[in-house]
């Protein structure tokens, strides 16, 4: 079955950074856009980054523009989020999404992100 598993959450200071990993098994990666997505308490969850399939066209959420970059490695099944220039507002849980048709739409588990000083 489709199974996605974040890692590289943690407490960090503002300013620092971090790098997500999304461990990918289940389906064929390389065919699928991923996402990594985030949801602060209280709030709705939000789309932070995509990267496509074949193309690797990445598309950013303006909050993170400049400072996140996503990207992927097919050899290894893995999908990263690098996050660089870490603000208090970026703490949140970050999840991993693959949509394989309109109808299946997986996510992971979680990695919590907390920058605080």
């Known amino acids: 079955q489709v199974r996605l598993v974040e890692s590289g959450g943690g407490l960090v200071q503002p300013g620092g950074s971090l790098r997500l990993s999304c461990a990918a098994s289940g389906f064929t990666f390389r065919n699928y856009a991923m996402s990594w997505y985030r949801q602060a308490p209280g709030k709705e969850r939000e789309l932070v980054a995509t990267?496509?399939?074949?193309?690797?066209?990445?598309n950013y959420a303006d909050s993170v523009k400049g400072r996140f970059t996503i990207s992927r490695d097919n050899a290894k099944n893995t999908v990263y989020l690098q996050m660089n220039s870490l603000k208090p507002e970026d703490t949140a849980v970050y999840y991993c999404n693959v949509k394989l048709t309109i109808l299946y739409d997986y996510w992971g588990q979680g990695t919590q992100v907390t920058v605080s000083s």
């Open positions: 990267i496509s399939s074949a193309t690797r066209n990445t």
